[in-house]
């Protein structure tokens, strides 16, 4: 816009590109000098003479920091409307937009300050978005927040963490004994409003699919039956909730998260002693947890993933919103020593609790609970059959046990 002259005898921040930074030596083309740092996810990419930006996961070349900043952020938070992409992207640990600012301050030092709000050429207007969730790898300490009261749904994510991990008024009663649980009936998501820490924990929300948005899902899952079989027996072991973790492959080319290991947490939720080898307990599951679920008449327990989307950026303080993942499966060809010893430490330490399931009692009118058990991991159970005896003596331990 012109001051009264020619066009363009100033120069707006819309017109701030990296080619013009670069042009005038404020920047210099590198591979990886360029970062974003996205809700605990870290992208690099490669800056080009030319002013593009190349994405080293991938090889894309985008054309402006907003269009490389959104494409990452909606991979993490489909919800994400823009990317604030010079706010975002940093050169060598610096955000882009102070670069700018040094450019404005050196060739326009008269320029009129309203100028400074508008966005680079090629990018909407944005609104500013939170600080995002940084890690501290290249030696920038955070800046420090006012010590201003919170109000209490802006508490960090570790008081949330620890208001849902230890809510007012729960008594946690003697250590290592657990509290005997209530049946709980899922709820919807419409119903929860804004995060509320005086809300129970043991809350089950009603997962959602993704066609129900009106969005498809932004990732792909498959999963090995070995890994399925060794989580649906920890589960069929007690009648108290269970927990572990899922290992697995992303491939960025693909987004397809293959899980590939299962490692089943031999302890117990309420056990106050033992409660730090469990980082999370599994109070969010989208139904109520466990094989013997009385909505689920099969003898086949139902396996349901969820993905809880982050929510929108204008509504920060919402809860994430359970989505209901379609997963593919993945046949094995055998059953790995690993899944075999899991199997039987699981039993060596459920043997004799209080909660281990009776497996010589009737699940149904014709079917004890060990009959259950293996009707459901036959469709888990690879095709050959070379293992079948050490499963029959799993099985035989499981009667002892019992």
Sequence with gaps: KAAGGARGAVLTRRGITLRV???????????????????????????GADGTITWQETGQVFNSPSAWATHCKRLVNPAKKSGCGWASVRY??????????????????????????LASEGEE??????????????????????????????????????????????????????????????????????RDSARSPQTLVEVTSFAAINKFQPFNVAISSNVLLLLDFHSHLTRSEVVGYLGGRWDTNTQLLTVLRAFPCRTRLGDAEAAGAVEEEPHLSPHPPGPYYHGNPSV??????????????????????????????????FLTNDVLQEMTLLVEFYKGAPDLVKFQELWSQDQTYLDKLKGSLASRTPKDQSFTHILEQIYSLLKLSS
């Design 21 to 47: 930074l670069l042009r005038d030596g404020l920047l210099e083309p590198a591979r990886g000098v360029l970062s974003i740092y996205y809700l605990g996810k870290k992208f690099v990419g490669d800056l």
């Design 92 to 117: 060598k640990g610096q955000k882009l937009d102070q670069y700018k600012a040094a450019w404005l301050r050196k060739h326009q030092p008269n320029a009129p300050p309203a100028e400074e709000s």
């Design 300 to 333: 086949e327990s139902k396996i349901a993933p969820f993905w809880v989307m982050p929510p929108p950026e204008q509504r920060p303080n919402d809860y994430g919103i359970p989505m209901d993942v379609e997963v593919a499966y993945i046949q094995d060809g």
């Design 125 to 194: 207007e944005e609104m500013p978005e939170e600080e995002e969730e940084e890690v501290t790898r290249e030696g920038r300490a955070p800046v420090p927040e006012p010590a201003a009261p919170k109000k209490p749904e802006e508490k960090s994510k570790k008081q949330q963490c620890k208001s849902l991990a230890e809510p007012a008024g729960t008594d946690h009663g003697p250590p290592g004994k657990r509290l005997e649980s209530k049946p709980r009936v899922p709820v919807r998501y419409c119903t929860l409003g804004t």
